[in-house]
């Protein structure tokens, strides 16, 4: 029938990839990577919008890669790695499942590039993809080239460019497979999405992602992190440090509390909704049309009412 199930997740589909392809159009008007220097090996590649910010380390060894945004910014991002060094890119790491991190991959994969990721991404890739924005989007299941070659359970190192740059598993937060990665010598994280500094935290539940194993990730992070480190965000602009994680996590520690003060009253959520228990927040973290409190707010309110 036409209003099946089937039929409805199709439409939701076609409505994701409709509006995906307007932001393409906007975006690819806009300048390419900005590149801010943490070091002689290691910059953040700032995307236009400040999301996606990708992660480069390079060397004689050669470039790793920490995420590779959508494929329509391959050039761009060829371009950036062209101005650091002329070593090949030699590896790309994803930091989680959702297609504006992984979008590269097939690009990448046809220059050689060998793509890694926890192994929970390479499954999650064997199938069509969702991002919990605008009530849920689908798009279309990533080419077998796009897949990581190369997976883990726990921790990986990359020992190259005379540094060790560990890779590993975070707590349930953004998804069930985000991927830390710190460059030790370097005194550099990127957290991929547990991490940005622009708006409230996404939690992708459909994916295995956690608000509370978000704070629990967080507070992993700012303990590895010292007063010298320096942290990409996965979104947002600008190099972070330890204090802008600090700041994260005290947002998510007092919403967490404030939703679990009201629930004790015996709120039902419209009536935790209602209470705006973030208004003073929002200014600073609510400004994303496309995720603010109104998204968060239910997910804190399911998982201290489960």
Request: glycine share 8%.
């Amino acid at each position: 029938m036409f209003n099946s199930a089937k039929t409805r997740h199709s439409l939701v589909l076609l409505l994701s990839l409709i509006f995906v392809s307007s932001v393409a159009v906007q975006v690819s008007a806009q300048q390419g990577f900005e590149i801010i220097p943490i070091n002689d090996k290691v910059v953040m590649l700032q995307a236009p919008d400040g999301g996606g910010n990708i992660g480069a380390f390079y060397g004689p060894d050669g470039v790793l890669l920490i995420d590779d945004r959508w494929d329509r910014d391959t050039e761009s991002l060829l371009e950036a790695v062209g101005e650091l060094t002329d070593q090949p890119i030699r590896f790309a790491v994803n930091t989680h499942i959702h297609p504006d991190h992984i979008g590269g991959n097939n690009n990448l994969a046809e220059y050689g590039v060998v793509i890694l990721a926890h192994e929970s991404v390479r499954l999650k890739m064997l199938t069509e993809l969702r991002i919990p924005r605008r009530g849920g989007m689908f798009f279309p299941q990533p080419s077998a080239q796009a897949r990581p070659v190369i997976t883990y359970s726990k921790a990986i190192s990359f020992h190259l460019n005379e540094e060790e740059v560990r890779v590993f598993l975070a707590p349930p937060a953004h998804t069930d497979g985000d991927s830390f990665v710190h460059f030790v010598q370097s005194d550099a994280l990127h957290l991929g999405d547990v991490f940005r500094t622009n708006f409230y935290p996404i939690i992708d539940h459909y994916n295995g992602g956690s608000y509370l194993g978000m704070i629990e990730a967080m507070a992993l992070a700012i303990e590895i992190a010292g007063p010298t480190t320096k942290v990409i965000p996965g979104h947002g602009f600008g190099l972070s440090d330890r204090a802008g994680m600090v700041e994260v996590y005290d947002m998510m520690i007092t919403v967490r509390d404030r939703v679990a003060a009201l629930i004790a009253q015996g709120m039902s959520l419209e009536e935790v909704l209602a209470a705006a228990p973030t208004a003073d927040l929002d200014e600073r973290w609510g400004g994303e049309a496309t995720w603010n409190q109104n998204d968060l707010l239910p997910i804190v309110y399911e998982e201290l009412t489960q």
